[in-house]
């Protein structure tokens, strides 16, 4: 199991974010329908370009994610596993009442560059045809003839999210230190 993980977190860490999207969208309508056809199905089955660009800034955010939780999960010292051990809890309960809090206290400055870098990543979806902030905006600044507006606006709108969400982040992030 750890092997798949290291397999996992390093190759979608090692393949940039829009080859994975490439590989997604022409591959998961394929790999559906032969499994499909494994049991019998002889229909068309097709996923949305959405759901593709969901289903790759997931992988590739998570594949991140899993490395701050990593990495947090080192810096717990091995006394507290010992303790809640020693407090006699089962080891689900002592990860979930001991260690989860003080690891999700550790992670939450790299899960917010995570969420920072999976709001940037959905400009990349518009090359598969997602009609997200970007692509919309390149079609109404080419309409228009206007696109230094329209591409300010998203500059502007793409920072208004990333400044709130980072005030969201140090907002829990000082809540999690006063408990």
């Given at each position: 199991m750890a092997g798949a993980a290291n397999l996992y977190t390093t190759v979608m860490r090692g393949v940039p974010p829009l080859l994975?999207?490439?590989?997604?969208?022409?591959?998961?309508?394929?790999?559906?329908?032969?499994v499909a056809r494994g049991f019998g199905y002889t229909g068309y089955i097709e996923i949305d370009a959405f759901s593709v660009g969901v289903m790759a800034v997931t992988l590739v955010s998570a594949s991140y994610s899993s490395e701050v939780f990593?990495?947090?999960?080192?810096?717990?010292?091995?006394?507290?596993?010992?303790?809640?051990?020693?407090?006699?809890?089962?080891?689900?309960?002592?990860?979930?009442?001991?260690?989860m809090p003080q690891m999700f206290r550790q992670a939450l400055p790299g899960l917010g560059n995570v969420w920072i870098m999976?709001?940037?990543?959905?400009?990349?979806?518009?090359?598969?045809?997602?009609?997200?902030?970007?692509?919309?905006?390149g079609l109404a600044g080419r309409t228009t003839g206007q696109p230094f507006v329209f591409y300010g606006a998203a500059a502007v709108i793409y920072f208004v999210l990333v400044a709130v969400s980072s005030r969201v982040f140090v907002a829990v992030e000082n809540r999690m230190r006063w408990g």
């Open positions: 994975v999207i490439f590989l997604l969208f022409f591959g998961t309508n394929g790999a559906l329908m032969w990593r990495g947090a999960h080192g810096t717990i010292p091995a006394g507290q596993f010992e303790a809640f051990a020693a407090l006699g809890l089962r080891p689900f309960l002592g990860l979930y009442l001991v260690i999976a709001i940037k990543e959905t400009t990349l979806l518009s090359v598969i045809s997602v009609a997200e902030l970007m692509r919309v905006v």
